[in-house]
């Protein structure tokens, strides 16, 4: 159908359901009394003689304010409805011509029918826009009514793992939105109906199902906050018999505890003796009951397994570390002669408000080998308030190689001499091999400091097997580069020329060096106009990650969002409407 057809059949069809609008709108509202008493039966004016029965028909009115109502002409009323629905199925049915039923169907009605779409095209069509984080606020909050009270379904295992994975979806896109695309109108499920999100979810744990327990696990780990009420139930998985749970519930503690911003050390799935097992089933059975599981986890710091006394400090610092006997009874495990809980207990010490202890704990653990990663961990998550450390990080980055890279980024990130920093990484390179390669790369690159053997360090690792690597020696190599434009070509170079899976892991690294200038702005603006569309797409993708910096480019980007290439366009719209948010919001940093 052509453009002017198009329009035509639109103009009609909006015309037709206006006119069906206000003739009904007429019909039902504009007769009013308007203080005038009328009989209800054949509307004559009684203004004299409201009393009795009615002068013209004789009806006889019993209650006083049926004199007063508003006269409805429902022939016309049923014509306009009638004109109206007409209209507005002339515009639903150009939608369907145009884009098929399944798009052009409301997206409430979708939800409506949520719990009976199955795994049908329709609900992988409401998944779709769910995904876009473009719904409209009040349908996320009758979306998430809807998937919570799905919860409730009996034994129909396929349709509890679908709602709590739409509810994973919807409250995991919320936190990603509010970063990547913070224009979006994402909602969070925890704030929508947090607490009856959890609480379902905590239920199909014990569900029988097997892939309704494994779902509902991965859904509560994307809640962050909100859900470390349900850690109990977490932790209690690792009873389990199935190795396939465990996994799943390490994950999900990984998962909680990295994106709560808490440094606690994630435990490895393990089949647990039978101690260990009625303690976390004690665990479990509490729910989300704080008194209950507190006192558990209290119990089991004097506990005989070292695995029990590790649950319990990791559950004790998440659950209850606003509370001062609770913090005492987890920093005094510090002497606990078993390694792994005594690490647990130095990284409580970044998630308490830091105190004399704590402080006197750090220094303690930065003279213990065993302790002495951990501990420069914390004191790195404490930024530039732990000045005091200062000459302490000093001394390890001289004295040792082992633990050189983390000392040298600690250094920096608490106030130290980048310098200073510097040459402790460059001292130990020769030694550094295996997983140290990269977290030198990484740290490398944090410090940015142009030197011939940094420099031939990572450029020996830009051809490695590892893609991860090949990431991180890109990403160093562009912080050492004197000029944007040699970054942005090193960048691009590689973006256009290796695997899929080794630009997925610089992904981070690039958007590093988006938002801190390494990359020129105007370099990436005449790339929008190359004509290869993969050079075009990795520059409109990363002039959109450097918000206000990337502003110069919005004319060029405009005109990339009608490029011939799908993704392209795609690309450049997400860019301009990251960059037009960031300008409307620079003040609010």
Known sequence: MSTAVTFAWWSISGIVALLGLLIAARALFRDRSRGRPRCPRCWYERTGSPEG????????????????KTRRRWRYAVLGILLLLLGLGGVWGQQVRANGWIEATPTAAYIVALPHLGESIAYKELLARVNSGELRQWEYRLLVHRAIGGLDAGNDAKLLCRMSDLLARIEFGGRYSSIARPWASWALTSEVDGPGAIDGL??????????????????????????????????????????????????????????????????????????????????????????????VFTFGLDDESA??????????????????????AVLAMVADPDEKVRI????????????????????????EPGLQYVALRVVDSLGPGATEFIDTVERLLKSTSGNATQAAVTLVRIGGDPKVAFAGLVDNLDECTGHCVLQMLGALGELGVADPRARRFAEARIDDEDPLMQAAAVYALARMDDKDTVATSRVMDFLQTSSRLATQYFVGFQESLARDGSLSADMLTELLMHEDPRTRYYAAQILGEMGVGGAQALDTLELARVDANPRVAEQADYAVKRIEWALAHQDDE
């Open 53 to 68: 029965p009615c002068p013209e028909c004789g009806h006889v009115v019993k209650r006083e304010r049926k004199l007063y």
């Open 202 to 295: 905590v239920q199909l744990l014990d569900h029988p199902d097997r892939d309704v327990r494994l779902t509902s696990i991965m859904a509560l780990s994307r809640f962050t906050d909100p859900a470390l009420g349900a850690l109990p139930a977490l932790l209690g998985q690792f009873a389990s018999n199935d190795d396939e749970v465990q996994a799943r519930a390490s994950q999900a503690l990984v998962l909680l505890t990295s994106q709560t911003n808490h440094m606690l050390h994630p435990f490895e799935a393990v089949r647990p003796q039978s101690t260990e097992r009625d303690f976390l089933r004690s665990a479990a059975g509490c729910g989300t009951d704080l008194a209950c599981t507190v006192a």
């Open 307 to 328: 695995r029990v006394r590790a649950f319990s400090v990791f559950g004790l610092t998440l659950i209850d570390g606003d509370n001062e006997a609770t913090r005492d």
């Open 344 to 367: 647990l207990a130095v990284q409580s010490v970044a998630v308490f408000p830091l105190d004399d202890r704590g402080r006197a704990i750090l220094y303690d653990a930065l003279d």
